[in-house]
């Protein structure tokens, strides 16, 4: 996230700054394209991409899980991603993920629960029944989509795995294995990949265990097969490709907290109060929304989910806990 860490020099990441311009005047041209071919909006909507194997779910009921923003095309959102362990560049992961393997795969749960183990993906497919969901994704770096994701609660995990009281605090941990993933050769972050959520915070109903998008199982550039959506939250509180979940009693570290502490806090509410110290969080760039005279778009205080989630946070100064 326009950093590359090399023995603790922190510089932009050349690959971010070029192929911008490059990627905006292919997306002008795209966008012509699309406004001469334009489908109605729910008719673009309700056609699945057909590029992977369908996975179907029911619109939530869930209060806030389905926005009325218009769902960024499919195509943006399945080749701009950030999983820095196929390259930090925006176009690697789509260009190198198809090396991971997705199955078979599992998902361990471990520390405070009374129910610690293995389950199989397959297994966790079938652990509720699959919701559609269209979040707004904001991206720390000041860019945003819309994607229709298809998953459930985390909460129907954790209730299953039956925390103990001292769970107060649950760590994901996302595949390192440097056999599938090019990206592992950078020292651009510590692997594997690690995230957090205090307890309440990843038993909120709009906190996703998400299995796919666009009714699709996950393209393996989005985090295939299981990975976590957050959506008032940064993406990249967002972990991909998960391969453990664990339950601590303890605050855990993560890995932008550990790459750049004064820049990356443990909450990473999406905040237009709290600048970036490199940069505003006021606004943001729609993907697929680019053009000569495209607007940016203030940014919503926690990316507009608000009336659900800002009770958590309640008496909490949001400036420290950034
Ligand atoms: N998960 C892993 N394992 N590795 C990563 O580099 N990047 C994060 C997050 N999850 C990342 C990750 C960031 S910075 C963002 S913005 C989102 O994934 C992007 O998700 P998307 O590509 O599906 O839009």
Redesign the pocket.
């Known amino acids: ?1 326009h950093l590359l860490r090399d023995r603790g020099y922190v510089h932009p990441v050349p690959s971010e700054i070029t192929p911008r311009a490059a990627y905006l005047r292919r997306r002008q041209l795209l966008g012509a394209l699309a406004g001469t071919f334009a489908l109605p909006a729910a008719q673009a909507q309700a056609a699945r991409p057909g590029k992977l194997a369908p996975l179907p779910g029911a619109r939530s009921g869930v209060a806030g899980a389905v926005v009325m923003d218009k769902p960024t095309p499919y195509t943006d ?1 399945s080749t701009y ?5 196929f390259g930090t560049d925006k176009a690697d ?1 789509a260009r190198h993920a198809h090396t991971l393997k997705v199955r078979p795969w599992a998902v361990a749960i471990e520390g405070e629960v009374k129910k610690p183990g293995t389950l199989d993906i397959d297994a966790l497919l079938k652990l509720a029944p699959m919701e559609e969901r269209i979040y707004r ?1 904001r ?2 770096e000041g860019w945003s ?1 819309v ?1 229709p994701w298809v998953g459930c609660s985390l909460a129907e995990l954790i209730k299953r795995v039956e925390p103990t009281g001292n769970a107060k605090y649950v760590q994901f941990v ?1 595949l390192a294995d440097p056999k599938q993933m090019p990206g592992l050769r950078s020292s651009v972050l510590d692997w594997p ?1 690690v995230e957090g959520l205090r307890m309440d915070e990843a038993m909120h109903p709009l906190t996703l265990l998400t299995f796919g998008m666009y009714g699709e199982v996950l393209p393996n ?3 295939a097969p299981v ?1 976590v959506v957050v959506p008032w939250k ?3 509180k ?4 998960l391969v453990k979940i664990r339950f601590l009693e303890k605050q855990p570290k993560t890995s932008w907290e550990l790459a750049a502490p004064n820049e990356y806090g443990f909450y990473s509410n999406v905040n237009p109060k709290v600048d970036h110290p490199r940069w505003s969080q006021a606004t943001e760039r729609r993907i697929g929304e680019d053009g000569l005279f495209a607007k940016r778009r203030a940014t919503l205080m926690f990316n507009g989910y608000e009336p659900q989630v800002g009770q958590l946070y309640a008496g909490m100064d949001l400036r420290k806990h950034f």
Request: proline share 4%; glycine share 12%; with cysteine.
């Open positions: 996230m959102a991603n950030n999983f820095y362990e992961p994704l991206c720390v989509m994607i996302t990949y550039q989005n985090g990975r940064y993406g990249f967002s972990g991909k490709s």
